[in-house]
């Protein structure tokens, strides 16, 4: 798949991050006012119709299953495409998290879909779209919500080289 732009929203990293992102060539913005503030500034430098939005413990290896993924596009109904993926979490967390949110099974939380990477379509979030300040966690769920109130659908592929590596930040 072609990237038209790479853009990074850093909360001063202290990792290789930004070393990394300049050597692809990324647009670099730096914010220190947390997840909602540099959601929105991701969203709003995004210029195309169909964007990405990944998380930074988030590793992707391109396989099979970015071709299905963007031919899910192909359907007009399509607002998001969540990249379920393997995590790393801790099984105390999971279960912790499957009791707070009186479910069975942990993937169940966030629809089992809809986790730490998705490609959207611009349009399906709305044109006044906004993450709220006070929302300090599922920001996802929050953009994949957004999508449905506005009469697109979601859907997710399989990614079976992706991983999401729990960081203990939360």
């Known amino acids: 798949f072609d990237v038209n732009r790479l853009i990074v929203v850093d909360h001063h990293s202290t990792d290789e991050t930004i070393a990394i992102a300049k050597r692809y060539g990324a647009n670099i913005y730096y914010e220190n006012q ?6 929105d500034l991701g969203i709003s430098q995004a ?7 990944i998380d930074s413990d ?7 299953w970015v071709d299905l993924l963007f031919k899910k596009f192909d359907n007009p109904r399509i607002g998001g ?7 790393d979490e801790p099984l105390w967390r999971k279960e912790y998290c499957a009791y707070y949110f009186h479910v069975e099974d942990f993937r169940d939380i966030k629809g ?4 730490n990477a998705y490609i959207i379509r611009k349009k399906a979030l709305g044109p006044h779209f906004h993450v709220p300040e006070q929302l300090k966690s599922y920001e996802h769920i929050y953009m994949k919500e957004a999508i449905i109130r506005n009469g697109y659908v979601t859907d997710f592929v399989d990614a ?5 590596f729990y960081d203990f930040s939360e």
């Not at 988030?58 to 099979?64: D, I, N």
């Not at 079976?160 to 999401?164: G, S």
């Open 47 to 53: 210029r195309t119709d169909i964007f990405a939005v």
């Open 34 to 39: 947390g997840i909602a503030y540099a959601l």
């Open 58 to 64: 988030v590793g992707l290896v391109k396989g099979r």
């Open 81 to 87: 495409v969540g990249i379920r993926m393997f995590s």
């Open 160 to 164: 079976k080289a992706a991983t999401h």
């Open 112 to 115: 089992g879909e809809w986790v």
